[in-house]
């Protein structure tokens, strides 16, 4: 009963172009916001922000990345993990040589660092589509990570390839290296995803996000009508890079604290950022997050019960897991390819007409 | 140059084992227009079980993979019921997600099964160096002949089953040709079981020639990363591209490994396959043996 | 009809040859269109029609001959090079964006049009707040126009065929072509819908001026819409001139309209 748009006329096109342009989904976005900012970093404890929210917070700004460049854009990318080591391997020497700029200026010359990258391993996908552009995806994962394990420069030449984090602060508050606080990295983390995912909302409903769909949907119709596939694609995988940079950026400088790329930024991670934008749907911002959230939670939650509560042991466990987050994945495109998200907005349908059934 | 030739031998060798492993994911792409990325998964499920039936149950080697051959085929259909069947009309990038899905199952279940330490896999096939060429010189495993003389017979084989059969010719059919196939009553369903069945055994020949050479582990799924380059090279729906472009890649590999690698720090054989299948699609978008696209609107 | 007087040429392809491998697809074709009229390509499947038109908007580049549009020739150009000299056009079998609402896919249609840089539309404010507003606007006059106000937020894909088609129109209408070609806007349409369809097609050319190439199945509408029509088989140019005269030639009555149709 609650949720009605009945009586919220629109006397003007930016009414109805605005973002949310149903006055109760802008009351839920306030009420989240507030809770992100004021009420979740009261009330939940060291761990839970520290081991579950921060990296849900960081993997939702890669999987917004993957989202524009797979979920917009339609063209299937296997190198997140790579893209997520160039912004790592970047903030890392930009803190060790240019600490004065200040550290969110540094987050985002790594996701620009990045997203020329990405750029250039973007250009493929102009001769190729398809299982093809996937696979020729991969040559990046591949290359970038031997780049940084091989390079010393990347490391600077120190001997066990690791890189690690210095202290940086924002206003005087430690953000960065083992002295930070858990609530002053949240906060930071929080304020850059809240943003940009406003950005990616922005530039999804506008000129970039049409021509984006328009190459996926179709991409020979696209060109014929006039959107430039050159600029289209490329935009995406920049873009797209931009924000997985930022997000291996935070990754590796706030949260990890050090990182050695065979590890830290494998294949698996590609995988797992493709899984949650299946998971949480293609082509929806708010899918980000939902696929970002609920593949954080399963394996933790996974862990709890079977470790703690039947007493597995923990090897099998792994293994449970593995096979469970595989089995989603084909559930999920069996069952509802477009996601939670489309299960959300299927829930807010329902409830705008309940209790009649249409 | 003796050491060139052994070089180029090696990686020919090592090539036909990329081979094995494009071969699958070519039965299934040509059949199904699938992108079957579970293969290298399926290999090592195969070579797992036939370890395990071998050790845990003490069963001969020809009992076991006659017995691995009835699990592929039992996966199969599995398969075919479980998933492939409810994912008839998707894109085809969404049932190349759902086989990447499937890899993750395969493997959680492989390890789940059978335990996910490294397991000695001996059937019995010749090991060490081939005599008659080490005595002009040349190092080569007997264990690589082995798998090129494998890989021979099971193209041999393919394209006996492809052009004589009746399944193989309705298998082509299919591959043309969904629809058409479908009105003229050759159901669908059967041929995915049939065509997973056979890039199952293969996976299983696969498992077999890899996990004799470096045992049965995790990082067996991972050879079928390598033998991606192998198809973009060969294209997606090409028998014998398949070899021919496993030989490139093995070749390409090693002699950039020997030659190239010092310089650079060497370990280069995890992406130079990728950036040679790559630099080659920007002249040939549809790689050696593809046909060339025309597009129409 | 044939008495309707038109300005200069707006576009004219001379001698176009266009074969893949041993195929010849179009073989010595000329013609021109003239700014203003319905200009019609008819032929019996197979004929090179579609060809024809992909040739015209830059998708496929013949192997002789040249196309003058608005006084430049050329032999060739790139599909959006043609788009942005003012041609837009529809296809033959529906390419809708289909994952995008309809809204969405007219304001494709005015991408052209649309030019601030990606940090404004980050933002969304100031020149592309404005840019988007005054964009929507003029895609709301042609929702309008093709009177499908009711599905404007709705997915493209789950409309019915005939509304998809008029969709389709609103998209090419959406860049305000100079020349619009439309490839077989009336396949598969009950006769209902084509006589609205019929109706667009000279609203669209009445009100707008927009000068129109289409290719058609139906003689009978082709006959009663175009002021020229041009008649293509397998790939040779039979026949060109007003309705009438092509309805009299032996060679067309021979090739198309002397064997029974549909």
């Known amino acids: ?358 | 140059m003796l050491f060139f030739i052994e070089v180029t031998l090696s990686g020919l060798m090592a090539g036909v084992m990329y081979s094995l492993v494009a071969l699958g994911f070519v039965l299934i792409f040509k059949a199904s227009g699938i992108f079957n990325f579970a293969q290298g998964v399926m290999a090592l499920f195969a070579a797992l079980t036939l370890v395990g039936f071998m050790d845990e149950f003490g069963m001969p080697v020809w009992l076991a993979i006659i017995g691995t051959i009835a699990v592929m085929i039992a996966l199969a259909w599995v398969i075919e019921r479980v998933m492939l069947r409810h994912l008839v009309n998707q894109e085809p990038i969404i049932l190349f997600m759902a086989t990447i899905g499937l890899a993750y199952v395969l493997e959680g279940l492989g390890d789940i099964l059978w335990g996910s330490d490294v397991k000695v896999l001996d059937i019995g096939i010749p090991q060490g160096a081939w005599d008659w060429l080490w005595d002009q010189g040349i190092y080569v495993e007997k264990l690589e002949l082995f798998a090129a003389a494998t890989a021979a017979i099971l193209v041999i084989f393919l394209a006996i089953f492809f052009q004589k059969t009746r399944t193989g010719r309705a298998l082509r059919a299919v591959a043309d040709d969904h629809q058409a196939a479908l009105s003229v009553g050759i159901s669908l369903h059967t041929i995915w079981v049939i065509v997973w069945s056979v890039s199952g055994i293969v996976a299983l020949v696969a498992g077999i020639m890899w996990g004799s050479k470096s045992g049965v582990q995790f990082s067996l799924s991972l050879i079928a990363l390598k033998a991606l380059p192998v198809l973009i090279l060969g294209g997606f729906t090409s028998v014998p591209g398949a070899i021919i472009g496993g030989m490139i890649i093995g070749v390409g590999e090693k002699l950039a490994e020997v030659y190239l690698g010092p310089f650079v720090g060497g370990a280069i054989e995890n992406w130079f396959a990728y950036m040679l299948a790559l630099a080659f699609l920007l002249f040939r978008p549809q790689g050696l043996f593809g046909e060339r696209i025309i597009e129409r609107v | 009809m044939s008495a309707r007087q038109f300005g200069d040429t707006i576009l004219e392809v001379n001698n176009i040859s266009l074969s893949f491998g041993v195929m010849k697809v179009l073989d010595n074709i000329s013609f021109d269109i003239k700014k203003g009229e319905i200009r019609s390509i008819i032929g019996p499947n197979g004929a090179g029609k579609s060809s024809m038109l992909n040739v015209i908007n830059g998708f496929y580049h013949p192997q002789e001959g040249t196309i003058t549009f608005k006084g430049e020739t050329r032999k060739a150009m790139a599909p959006h090079v043609a788009a942005s000299h003012g041609i837009a056009r529809t296809f033959q079998n529906i390419a809708l964006f289909k994952g995008m609402s309809t809204l969405d896919n007219i304001m494709t249609g005015r991408n052209l049009k649309m030019k601030t840089n990606i940090f404004w539309q980050a933002l969304h404010l100031g020149p592309a707040r404005k840019e988007e507003l005054e964009n929507r606007e003029a895609a709301e006059r042609i929702i309008d126009f093709l009177d499908i106000q009711a599905i404007r937020k709705k997915p493209v894909g789950k409309l019915p065929y005939g509304l998809q088609k008029r969709v389709e129109l609103g998209r090419a209408l959406a860049a305000e072509p100079e020349l619009l070609l439309l490839d077989e806007p009336m396949a598969g349409m009950n006769s209902e819908e084509k006589e609205d369809m019929s109706r667009f097609i000279i609203d669209v050319n009445d009100e707008f001026g927009t000068t129109i190439a289409l290719i058609e199945h139906d003689m009978g509408v082709v006959m009663d819409l175009s002021d020229r029509v041009v008649v293509l088989d397998y790939g040779k140019q039979l026949a060109d001139g007003f309705p009438e005269e092509v309805r009299a030639n032996q060679k067309v009555i021979d090739a198309y309209l002397g064997v029974p149709h549909e």
């Open chain 1, 1 to 358: 009963m609650i949720y009605r748009e009945t009586g919220q006329f629109k006397a003007n096109y930016a009414d109805d172009q605005a973002l949310f342009p149903i006055a109760q989904d802008r009351y839920v976005i306030y009420a989240v916001l507030f809770a992100t900012f004021a009420v979740v970093p009261m009330i939940l404890n060291q761990y839970w922000l520290n081991a579950i929210i921060l990296p849900f917070l960081i993997y939702s700004l890669a999987a917004l990345g993957l989202n524009v460049l797979t979920g917009y854009c339609g063209q299937v990318s296997l190198g997140t993990g790579g893209f997520m080591a160039v912004g790592a391997f970047s903030i890392y020497k930009l803190m060790v040589a240019v600490p004065e700029l200040g550290f969110i200026t540094l987050v985002i010359l790594s996701g620009i660092i990045t997203a020329a990258v990405g750029a250039l391993f973007g250009l493929p996908s102009l001769r190729i589509k398809g299982f093809y552009l996937a696979v020729a995806t991969l040559a990046s994962q591949f290359f970038l990570i031997w780049l940084f394990n091989k390079v010393g420069w990347f490391f600077n030449y120190n001997a066990t390839g690791m890189i690690t984090s210095p202290p940086m602060t924002i206003f005087g508050v430690l953000v960065t290296g083992p002295e930070a606080t858990v609530t002053a990295k949240y906060f930071l983390v929080a304020s850059i995803v809240a943003v940009f995912a406003l950005v990616a909302k922005n530039l999804a409903r506008g000129r970039f996000g049409r021509n984006w769909m328009a190459i996926r949907d179709m991409d020979i119709a696209a060109e014929l009508i006039g959107v430039r596939p050159l600029i289209a694609k490329l935009s995406a995988f920049a873009v797209s890079s931009f924000y997985i940079g930022m997000a291996g950026a935070l990754y590796f400088a706030v949260w990890l604290g050090s990182a050695e790329p065979t590890e830290a930024f494998d294949i698996n991670q590609s995988f797992l950022v493709l899984f949650m934008i299946i998971i949480g749907g293609l082509g929806s911002v708010l899918g980000s997050f939902l696929g970002a959230g609920f593949l954080v939670l399963m394996p933790i939650l996974l862990k709890n019960i079977l470790v703690d509560g039947f007493g597995t042991d923990s090897a099998l466990a792994a293994h449970i897991e593995i096979m469970t987050v595989g089995a989603l994945i084909i559930i999920f495109l069996i069952v509802e390819p477009h996601g939670l998200a489309r299960l959300w907005r299927i829930a807010k349908e329902k409830l705008r007409l309940w209790p009649f059934p249409y």
